[in-house]
């Protein structure tokens, strides 16, 4: 073998150990073995061209790059093994985990005040017999106004107090739903009586202030059928408030208006709070009573408007804010704390 081709092999070893030398992890060490000793690595080809050679040539020169091939493999076997005692090496550098730190404990989450509240009070009424019934949240302005009594002119259909979603003609007006009562009109449309159902649901109008919000959550009763009278409807809403509450709380009813009942009244409970006797109180504002539902006798033309027969049917309804009751019963001095979804918050109630 010549001599030049003998120092030309000598450089391509000692260019092997540079490159394996160089190598600074696993994937440029795989394309320095590739290169040299892959299926066209340089001394992979330089194997097979010995058979061109003449036959004397063949035998040193193969030996001699076969000796190549050998320590190049060892090189490479050499930098794997350095690159593992690297990885190693700062493996164990890195700070190791403090066992002994306490654990750190997964928050558990629960249902919103108001979904609480919510579901009490449906579970009350179911308790006392009643159906649970829904309603669109985007509804018909005939639902919400009209069928219930309201006169054409009456300021709670402004576009300044409600959300109309679409001012299409009279018949056709969708709005948010600004109370519950529309699920009154549609039992009554697609159930002959008798009818005993409470609806739960988010209702909406344009206001904003420390006790009122655009969205929030009302709980609708309707009660038909032949004979019912108006001290079944406070028998009902006692039961309910002494269940909720606790029995005894004292309750007083207030004649009101409503275009859907007549006679139509509010009901107070006692002020859970100063229980009357304290006239700085800020809940009830020193009255010694809280509004909590209006209430009344269905309007026989409200019956007329849904078809059933006013001369043979009477009933009850009643309406309360869900958010009113979950303000009091949590003690929530603003209605924003309930729908701003502040965790500080919603854990302390
Ligand atoms: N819908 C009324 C409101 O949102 C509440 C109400 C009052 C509902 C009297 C009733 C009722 O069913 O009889 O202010």
């Given at each position: 073998m010549s001599d030049s081709l003998s120092d030309a092999l000598a450089a391509l070893e000692a260019e092997?150990?540079?490159?394996?030398?160089?190598?600074?992890?696993?994937?440029?060490?795989?394309?320095?073995?590739?290169?040299?000793?892959?299926?066209?690595?340089?001394?992979?080809?330089?194997?097979?061209?010995?058979?061109?050679?003449?036959?004397?040539e063949r035998k040193p020169f193969g030996q001699r790059v076969n000796a190549a091939k050998v320590a190049a493999e060892a090189?490479?076997?050499?930098?794997?093994?350095?690159?593992?005692?690297?990885?190693?090496?700062?493996?164990?550098?890195?700070?190791?985990?403090?066992?002994t730190l306490p654990g750190r404990r997964r928050k558990v989450g629960r249902r919103h005040p108001i979904q609480r509240v919510l579901e009490e009070v449906v579970d009350t009424f179911v308790g006392l017999g009643f159906d649970v019934a829904e309603g669109p949240e985007a509804e018909l302005?005939?639902?919400n106004f009209d069928r219930l009594g309201f006169p054409a002119d009456h300021p709670a259909m402004d576009m300044h107090d409600s959300f109309f979603v679409a001012d299409l003609d009279a018949a056709a007006r969708v709005l948010l739903r600004?109370?519950?009562?529309?699920?009154?009109?549609?039992?009554?449309?697609?159930?002959?009586?008798?009818?005993?159902?409470?609806?739960?649901?988010?209702?909406?109008?344009?206001?904003?202030?420390?006790?009122?919000?655009?969205?929030?959550?009302?709980l609708e009763g309707l009660l038909v059928d032949e004979g019912v009278t108006l001290s079944q409807l406070r028998g009902v809403l006692e039961a309910f408030l002494g269940r909720l509450l606790g029995e005894g709380v004292k309750t007083r009813f207030?004649?009101?208006?409503?275009?859907?009942?007549?006679?139509?009244?509010?009901?107070?409970?006692?002020?859970?709070?100063c229980r009357g006797e304290d006239a700085s109180c800020r809940v009830c504002k020193g009255t010694g009573w809280l509004e909590i539902l209006g209430c009344g006798m269905v309007d026989p033309v409200v019956f007329s408007n849904?078809?059933?027969?006013?001369?043979?049917?009477?009933?009850?309804a009643f309406g309360m804010?869900?958010?009113?009751?979950?303000?009091?019963?949590?003690?929530?001095?603003?209605?924003?704390?309930?729908?701003?979804?502040?965790?500080?918050f919603l854990a302390s109630v």
């Open positions: 092997v150990r540079a490159a394996c030398a160089a190598a600074r992890d696993d994937n440029e060490l795989r394309q320095t073995a590739a290169r040299y000793l892959g299926v066209s690595g340089t001394l992979t080809r330089l194997l097979k061209r010995i058979p061109e050679l003449p036959g004397p090189c490479v076997a050499q930098a794997h093994a350095r690159l593992r005692a690297e990885a190693r090496e700062r493996e164990l550098a890195r700070p190791a985990a403090d066992v302005s005939v639902n600004t109370h519950t009562s529309t699920v009154q009109v549609r039992e009554m449309l697609s159930h002959p009586p008798p009818v005993r159902v409470v609806a739960p649901g988010a209702v909406y109008r344009r206001d904003d202030d420390v006790t009122h919000s655009p969205m929030f959550f009302q207030r004649a009101s208006y409503f275009p859907f009942v007549e006679p139509g009244a509010e009901l107070d409970v006692g002020c859970l709070l849904v078809g059933y027969d006013p001369e043979r049917y009477t009933g009850f804010g869900i958010d009113r009751l979950a303000m009091l019963r949590y003690r929530v001095p603003d209605i924003r704390l309930l729908y701003e979804n502040d965790p500080r």
